[in-house]
């Protein structure tokens, strides 16, 4: 969230200190809070990430006690800004040895280029608008190779958004599956002050629901697939791996038929198959790739 305060980079001393009575009263890891961590001691415009301050960052609460440090948020943009720091603040935390693997939140919110020059601001610093589709690709790449999970938001239903602007996402989406990216992406309805203005389940054209479909189609190949890492997590006895098994299967199940119902409810009948085929070629054009 951008507001008209300063950024304030709390010093790495006071940092540890905080850190070390979460891990002196048993607590394992390190979790920062931020909208951005990796604009720690960033002290440029364009936004590029500080390599030294994070992972002066990274190492100095490792060095703690913790068994790994994470984040809740990152951006897309600082990922692919430099690449070699997210490498090395996971070397850090030894996910390469460990096999361990760290959620992070990120928001793409469209990645529609007039829609992202509009409405997402500074979001793609130190990259263009036009370049955003790019970046998201890119960085999700990067991620999965280092072993973060992301857990990215969608907005759907921008009060000037047309279904050639929802093309541009669905092909992301597209894109998604065909290298097989690891993450969750969350669709969300656009929400405005106004209740009248604001996105409703209702009012999902074709291009947005097929959107919307798409995403959940993700999910729930990400989750079969993370179920076995669930079921092998050593934190988890029997009883809870069961539960949380049937939890996720069912959640997800419960998801997929409630989208079949309304799809059939939206468009005269018919099932989502149907609304697929007309937005399966892709027809949008990707940003190119950017160069340092």
Same mark, same amino acid.
């Given at each position: 969230m951008l507001t008209k305060d300063p950024k304030k980079d709390l010093p790495i001393d006071r940092l540890q200190r905080e850190a070390k009575v979460n891990l002196d009263y048993g607590f394992d890891s390190v979790w920062l809070h931020s909208d951005e961590m990796l604009l720690?001691?960033?002290?440029n415009k364009d936004f590029y990430p500080n390599y030294d301050a994070i992972t002066s960052l990274w190492q100095g609460l490792k060095d703690q006690g913790a068994n790994f440090v994470g984040t809740t948020h990152m951006t897309f943009s600082a990922v692919v800004a430099d690449p070699k720091l997210l490498q090395d603040i996971s070397e850090i935390n030894d996910m390469h040895k460990s096999g361990r693997w760290i959620s992070t939140n990120l928001g793409i919110e469209t990645v529609?280029?007039?829609?992202?020059?509009?409405?997402?601001?500074i979001k793609a610093k130190p990259f263009s608008p036009e370049e955003w589709g790019w970046v998201v690709r890119e960085g999700a790449k990067i991620l999965n190779k280092n072993h973060w999970f992301p857990a990215a938001t969608l907005i759907i239903g921008w009060p000037d958004e047309t279904p050639d602007d929802v093309q541009h996402t669905i092909d992301m989406m597209g894109d998604f599956r065909a290298f097989d990216f690891r993450g969750l992406v969350a669709p969300l309805l656009y929400q405005d002050f106004s209740e009248k203005n604001s996105m409703h389940f209702g009012n999902l054209n074709e291009a947005q629901f097929t959107l919307f479909w798409k995403c959940w189609e993700n999910n729930l190949r990400v989750i079969n697939d993370i179920i076995p890492i669930i079921l092998r997590n050593k934190t988890y006895g029997p009883p809870m791996k069961i539960f949380m098994y049937g939890l996720i299967k069912a959640g997800t199940w419960a998801i997929? @038929?409630?989208? @079949?119902g309304l799809c059939k409810d939206l468009f005269n009948g018919r099932m989502p198959d149907e609304i697929m085929d007309k937005y399966a070629r892709s027809r949008s054009v990707n940003a190119p790739a950017y160069t340092k």
């Open positions: 720690y001691g960033c002290d529609a280029p007039n829609l992202v020059k509009k409405h997402l601001g997929m @038929r409630y989208l @079949r």
